[in-house]
């Protein structure tokens, strides 16, 4: 498969925040979750992929070449982009929106983009300060769409969103992906979005990259294991990437369960969701009185 996107030592200093050396490739065909929770780094690596924070260092390459001058409105072009924050006036109206950002791209789809408008809902002539943020979503979207881009780039996109609007954001990711050659990269903290959609998964914590995994290979190699507290030793809680215990037993998130079938008899061991493999990267053991 070739690749779409790739990263390499990016970074970017402020005042209390660092990206260090941030690396990281995205292969076409996929969709890759980039998790991590609030503030680990993910906005900031996307704003830096799209020119809009500069990097202090690393470089950046889309569709094999790297970004420059010359040849960034070419390559920008073969993106669709919705952003979390928006970038939208809110006292102008969904046509005269679209008109601004229709003109950045060579390839503008007005039959797709009317085709989405349709599908939404959507009243063109509506003024998007009183859109809702789903209907802020599915506009996005559908400028996202519009133009027929090779990668789609999402920051935190059901950020907000009940369930029925997330549901059918995914159903929309998926439609997306059946056609040939087309790639997503979906930044969220919302992690069970991801469940059914994911092929890969980045995830990212205090600005580092913590790792790069297809999802099912994760799944299948982290559990969730309960069991008694006498089971836990020096030995053994070393097996664990976070634990937590009661009096009357614990639970632990590993990433290593042949290891912990070995070691430790009368365990259960549980499917891990992706929630519980991230919040065992980034959380911290606890005692607590219950579970």
Request: aromatic residues 8%.
């Amino acid at each position: 498969m070739n690749t779409v996107l790739e990263v390499d030592g990016l970074k970017k200093d402020f005042t209390n925040f660092s990206l260090k050396d941030v690396s990281f490739s995205l292969l076409e065909g996929c969709i890759t979750g980039f998790i991590g929770v609030n503030g680990s780094g993910k906005t900031t690596t996307i704003k830096s992929i799209l020119g809009l924070v500069l990097k202090d260092g690393g470089s950046i390459k889309l569709f094999g070449e790297e970004v420059n001058k010359k040849n960034e409105r070419e390559l920008k072009n073969r993106l669709g982009i919705v952003l979390d924050e928006g970038y939208f006036y809110d006292e102008m109206t969904l046509m005269e929106m679209k008109s601004i950002i229709a003109t950045a791209y060579s390839n503008w789809d007005e039959d797709a983009f009317k085709n989405y408008i349709d599908r939404f809902d959507l009243e063109l002539d509506q003024k998007i300060s009183t859109l809702s943020k789903g209907m802020k979503m599915k506009y996005a979207i559908s400028l996202a769409l519009s133009h027929h881009p090779d990668l789609l780039i999402m920051d935190e996109p059901t950020s907000g969103l009940d369930p029925l609007v997330r549901n059918e954001l995914m159903e929309i990711l998926l439609e997306f992906m059946e056609e040939d050659h087309k790639s997503v990269f979906f930044s969220t903290h919302i992690t069970s979005d991801l469940d059914k959609v994911a092929d890969m998964l980045i995830l990212i914590d205090n600005g580092k990259i913590v790792f790069n995994e297809a999802k099912d290979i994760l799944l299948d190699t982290y559990g969730v294991v309960k069991g008694d507290k006498n089971l836990l030793d020096e030995d053994t809680r070393k097996l664990f990437l976070r634990l937590k215990e009661n009096k009357y037993g614990f639970e632990g998130i590993t990433n290593d369960k042949a290891a912990v079938h070995r070691n430790m008899k009368d365990v259960i061991i549980e499917r891990p969701t992706i929630e519980d493999i991230m919040i065992g990267h980034v959380g911290r053991n606890e005692n607590e009185d219950a579970f």
